[in-house]
């Protein structure tokens, strides 16, 4: 986005045609309303950046089909120069003429025409240069197709336009719909807008709609239009003054036959400009974040460096992006539809006078002409930026340049240091709609993103505090590790041909998401088709199954003008937290996750396990939507942004911590119902609060010791090489710790024996690590207590035992057929609730049967030692106590 500086934002309105409302299309679905279709062509404008071109920033969808257009604008412009009354240069006539063609011809490229060229939308910024406005309403009114308006103005439309008639898609021989206009089209109008500048006077301006139409069909028979339209206003004389680079150019511009018309293109390399090109270097678009280019290749600073340092009293503000500060001014109080209300250009009605017409009780009809306010008014509205000024007064300069090698907290650059302080532990959403928290949090993420992947690390630790929505598209991107030549890679994809699954998407999308209007557009279901389709031919081993297409959307969504991006942060995201999910014959992978949830469950809420358990309503029946897309199913994208927010800093396990922080928002009502009434309730699932969950999440993955969430259909260990130490170091995807496998590490079991499991094994080297963290909590304070008690269920003549460890032999509380003599709970046990417990004993299933009576008794977080006693035997930390003399 290019940043606001001298410009100003604007915004016009204008009305899409209405539907009718008993039409359905070919799916059987109501037919998408015109505004919504306009709402997704609009978004790849967004993207157009050009020093001629006036930025486009965001369109908002009001009721009854209006449309509001934000972009950037200026007060100035070529109709300032007919007001005056002002002739203009010939030199300066050459200049504005090669600075628009330089906007048209980018606009060629990116497969646009402006149609709407005109003096008042050729703006002038406060050097003089070139400014096109309006020029993406050809384009996302789908060629004028989806407006009761045409598109242009009557007296630059070009010969070809107007002989092809008006059109509208209601109009019974729609299949006879004229060809959009080309690149030609727009040469012809800059034509007759050099005329007028030169003749310094409107062109066709005092003759009758019909008339001015007329005679610009019969200019066909004329060999020289510009001196016959000199003739027509009487300025030949001044005309044939010209020069004759001035006078050719004109004559290119107002060549009747397209054919023999040059396009933008051409005409920027024609003769005419030969002195006037030398003065313009060629537009160099800025190096993506993702590319194989380097961003710094075209790096250049002042040949003194204090000209960095100048201007104390400047208006940083306006050197931030024309988003940016859009984002802010809406988050300071603005409002579009009040803005132009009180501008008269939105003007309410009573009901009974919107009405086409209405019939009296004695049969009289009354009737109103065409409402004249569903036409389009160009008047552009300037929003005032002095509300979003007065609120951003109090914070100091140095804000707006955050040294990333500060350890500190950004907020310490701010005048306000102890209030935005204060607003960090605000709850989220307020967090998001404070404004000048926003600015701050903004600012340090674009400038960390611009440093990616070197401040990777930075990004990742401000992303703990809170990911501000402006960016979280590119932040989510850096949290995945996503880097290289994105857009090559996504290029190089066959997202054309047909292929099985073909009729599974085209079935799916419709369904997905789409309450929201950017998701629900037909833009929005053709990325969605390429981006799905992608997906499927890069990864042949894998399948597409329902819950992808819901997978997908958030990713669109953040990143809806770059599929690129959005393919690359899918790709990376189904490893990490969904490796083989989508396999085939997945059953075996669903299996064990499940499994390992369903221990999740017993190890933090015994009491909510044993009850759904003893009705049957096993996770099996709730759970596969939610880990199988992510909860993207059953979750709103609003509340999904701050889910995945926390999920992308966390391991592969962390899905089952937010599986359990909704349990625990469902708790009362889970324990309090019976098996149908569960179904019920998770069939209509209620009102969850995120913030709730996200906080609950990263509680109970504290709590959870790391190897207890172990399966073996994770994604693989990934090799970083040698250590220094002659031994291969393996990266685990879900951690971001090198950890290195060892005899100490859990070993896989098979499914049968993990489902006979109520409750989850622990590695020792997860064991000892717990250990040592609970010597060093007693070491700091004696009032802490730790975290962990290891309970040996061997006889107490077994030798060698864990420093610290209670023992509670297992033959004391259990017969000889496993019936319970004596509730271990009860004893000494009692006095360490709360803690991790660790059962440790000889054999599993011994050791497996005492967890599992402990948590039928509610006896929370337990757990058993992977391998049991013999697996500490080697590490030297059993210890035999001396013998009494």
């Known amino acids: 986005m290019q940043p606001l500086k001298d410009a100003q934002l604007g915004a016009f309105t204008f009305f899409a045609s209405a539907l009718p409302h008993d039409v359905c299309g070919s799916n059987g679905l109501p037919l998408t309303p015109n505004s919504i279709k306009i709402l997704g062509r609009f978004q790849i404008l967004k993207t157009v950046t050009h020093p001629r071109l006036c930025q486009y920033v965001d369109i908002s969808r009001g009721k009854h089909e209006r449309l509001i257009v934000v972009a950037e604008h200026h007060e100035s412009s070529l109709s300032d120069f007919q007001k ?42 406060s050097k003089g240069n070139v400014k096109l406005a309006k020029f993406g309403l050809y384009h996302m009114t789908d060629h004028g197709a989806d407006v009761d308006f045409p598109i242009g103005y009557p007296s630059y439309l070009a010969p070809e ?17 004229p060809r959009p206009s080309g690149p030609k089209t727009d040469v012809w109008s800059l034509g007759v807008l050099l005329f007028e500048l030169c003749a310094g006077r409107r062109l066709l301006h005092n003759i009758d709609i019909n008339e001015r139409l007329k005679f610009i069909l019969t200019l066909g028979c004329m060999d020289d239009i510009v001196t016959v339209l000199a003739e027509e206003h009487g300025c030949l004389e001044h005309i044939q003054e010209l020069p004759e680079n001035v006078l050719a150019l004109l004559q ?9 018309r040059p396009s933008p293109a051409e005409l920027l390399g024609d003769a005419v400009f030969d002195g006037v090109s030398c003065l313009y270097t060629p537009y160099q678009k800025p190096v993506s974040l993702f590319s194989s280019s380097l961003r710094c290749a075209h790096l250049e600073l002042p040949e003194d460096i204090g000209d960095l340092c100048k201007g104390d009293g400047d208006d940083y503000l306006s050197e931030r992006a024309i988003n940016e500060v859009y984002n802010l001014w809406c988050l300071a109080g603005g409002d579009l539809e009040k803005e132009l209300t009180n501008k008269e250009i939105i003007q309410s009605k009573p009901p009974i006078c919107t009405l086409p017409n209405f019939v009296l009780e004695d049969g009289e009809s009354f009737g109103q002409g065409r409402d004249r306010s569903f036409l389009l008014d160009d008047t552009t509205v300037t929003l005032s930026l002095c509300q979003l000024r007065n609120r951003l007064k109090d914070v100091a300069g140095e804000s707006y340049f955050p040294l990333l090698e500060d350890e500190q907290s950004s907020l310490s650059h701010s005048n306000s240091a102890n209030e935005l302080s204060a607003t960090v ?31 990777k690390n930075r990004v990742y630790k401000e992303a703990k505090v809170d990911i501000p929505p402006l960016v979280r598209g590119l932040a989510w991107a850096a949290l995945l590790g996503i880097e290289g030549d994105i857009q090559a890679k996504y290029e190089s994809l066959d997202k054309d041909t047909p292929i099985p699954t073909d009729r599974q998407i085209e079935v ?21 088709r390429r981006l799905l389709k992608a997906w499927v031919v ?77 009705i049957g309503f096993i996770p099996d029946l709730y759970a596969i939507p939610w880990f199988l897309t992510m909860f993207t199913h059953v979750f709103p994208l609003h509340k999904i942004f701050h889910l995945w927010d926390t999920l992308l800093l966390g391991n592969s396990s962390f899905p089952l911590c937010i599986g359990m922080a909704i349990l625990q928002q469902l708790r ?79 070993e896989p079991l098979v499914l049968l024996e993990l489902k006979a499991e109520v409750s989850p094994r622990i590695s020792a080297e997860d064991f000892i690590d717990l250990c040592e963290m609970s010597y060093a909590a007693n070491n700091r304070s004696k009032a802490s207590r730790p975290r962990i008690i290891a309970v040996d269920i061997r006889s107490a003549e077994d030798r060698g035992h864990m420093s610290g460890s209670i023992n509670v032999p297992f033959s004391t509380a259990f017969g000889t057929d496993d019936e319970v003599l004596q509730c271990p ?61």
């Not at 240069?89 to 906007?103: K, T």
């Not at 336009?161 to 299949?175: E, K, T």
């Not at 290119?252 to 023999?260: G, I, M, N, R, V």
């Not at 809806?560 to 990490?576: Q, T, V, W």
Request: aromatic fraction near 10%; include cysteine.
């Open 84 to 125: 005056r009354g002002n002739k203009i240069s010939p030199e300066r006539v050459l200049q504005i003429a090669y600075e628009v063609l330089e906007g048209l011809a980018f606009m060629n490229k990116h497969g646009m025409v402006h149609r709407a060229l005109s003096v008042h939308n050729v703006l002038l910024d």
């Open 161 to 177: 336009v107007i002989a092809q008639g008006s059109f509208h898609p209601s109009d019974p021989l729609h299949h006879e719909a």
């Open 252 to 260: 290119k511009c107002l060549t009747f036959l397209p054919s023999k």
């Open 425 to 455: 532990k605000l709850p989220l959403i307020i967090r998001e709609r404070d404004t000048e928290y926003q600015l701050l949090r903004v600012i340090l993420f674009d400038r960390l993103l611009q440093a990616y992947p070197y401040k």
């Open 508 to 528: 799916d999308i419709p369904r997905c998401h789409q309450y929201d209007e950017l998701l629900s557009s037909p833009q929005g279901h053709v990325k969605f």
């Open 538 to 614: 890069s990864h042949p081993d894998l399948v597409y199954w329902q819950g992808l297409d819901s997978l997908c959307a958030p990713f669109l969504y953040l990143n809806f003008n770059n599929e690129a991006l959005a393919y690359a942060c899918m790709s990376a995201f189904i490893p990490k937290y969904l490796y083989n999910f989508f396999l085939k014959d997945n059953s075996h992978v669903i299996q064990e996750y499940l499994t390992v949830f369903s221990q999740m469950i017993a190890f933090h809420d015994p009491e909510l396990s044993n009850h759904l358990n003893e």
């Open 668 to 746: 009362d009502r889970l324990l309090a119902n019976g098996f149908n009434e569960c179904i019920l309730l998770f069939s209509d699932l209620p009102e969850i609060d995120i913030e709730r969950c996200v906080r609950e999440s990263i509680n109970f993955f504290f709590w959870t010791p790391k190897s207890a969430t172990y399966r073996q259909h994770a994604q693989p260990p990934k090799v970083s090489g040698d250590n220094g130490l002659g031994k291969t170091t393996t990266r685990y995807s879900s951690d971001d710790q090198d950890f290195p496998k060892t005899d100490l590490s859990r």
């Open 825 to 885: 709970a009860t004893g000494a046990l009692q006095n360490y609730r709360g803690r991790v417990v660790v059962v440790i004993g000889h054999a599993m299933k011994s050791a497996s049967a005492f967890a599992a009576h402990l948590v039928k008794v509610n006896f929370p977080r337990v757990c058993i030692l992977d391998g049991g006693i013999n697996k500490l035997k080697p590490t030297g930390l059993l210890t035999v106590p001396s013998p009494q003399i």
